[in-house]
């Protein structure tokens, strides 16, 4: 039983590896079309007034390998929420996204919960999230994640790079990004926030899909 499971996750390592040679090693490169600035693209949402666009320091953008980016407030009927969108052109860089574990506490921020999987289906679209709360102080926010490549959503960086390899492969196209929503909440359970961040995402979303794909609407996985 033992040797039987051992020899199908060798065959299943051969074949991912196999496949992501060839996807990666081999194939043609992708065409790279550039798009309009995101910053431009998402200067407003439907039904939200745009507060602020904040520019990131060129350090950062290095840090992480941007190609483009959003990063904004908007404040909707129940309140402020924060957009970020980092954006990639090209499947090299599908390392390049810092989750919020990594990057809140480096900022000085507390993660006070564990991550929770969790996923928001409407209309033609599924998205698989994670959520998490965080701190700095007196100040909380809820923070909504996850990685996108065309339609696909996902929560891990190994299953965004198995999406860029279809993506690829079916489509000659290797854009991605990771999509942060967070609200700020004061004292209450965070229910509010988290339909506020859901409300948001439904949304902003068709407009991130339409984007990505040129597609008006998609069936996701």
């Not at 407003?44 to 290095?62: M, Q, W």
């Not at 404040?75 to 052109?89: F, T």
């Not at 999509?179 to 995402?201: E, L, M, Y």
Request: glycine share 6%.
């Amino acid at each position: 039983m033992r040797n039987t499971l051992k020899m199908k996750m060798l065959v299943l390592m051969v074949v991912f590896f196999s496949t992501c040679i060839f996807v990666y090693g081999f194939n043609k490169p992708s065409e790279i079309v550039k798009k309009p600035a995101l910053m431009n693209y998402f200067d407003s949402i439907d039904g939200y007034a745009t507060l602020r666009h904040i520019p990131l320091k060129e350090s950062s953008v290095a840090m992480l390998a941007l190609d483009d980016y959003v990063f904004a407030d908007y404040k909707g009927e129940q309140g402020v929420i924060n957009l970020y969108i980092g954006y990639y052109y090209t499947a090299d860089k599908a390392y390049s996204a810092h989750s919020p574990l990594v990057c809140y506490p480096s900022q000085g921020w507390k993660i006070d919960t564990r991550p929770v999987k969790s996923t928001l289906t409407f209309g033609h679209h599924k998205i698989y999230f994670e959520e998490i709360v965080t701190s700095h102080g007196e100040e909380k926010e809820l923070v909504l994640y996850w990685y996108q490549t065309g339609h696909f959503t996902n929560t891990q960086v190994y299953r965004n790079k198995i999406d860029m390899g279809y993506n690829k492969l079916v489509k000659n196209d290797e854009q991605h990004g990771f999509v942060r929503v967070s609200v700020p909440f004061g004292n209450d359970s965070g229910v509010r926030a988290k339909q506020a961040a859901t409300k948001f995402i439904q949304d902003f979303y068709p407009s991130l899909v339409k984007f990505i794909t040129g597609d008006e609407i998609v069936l996701n996985n």
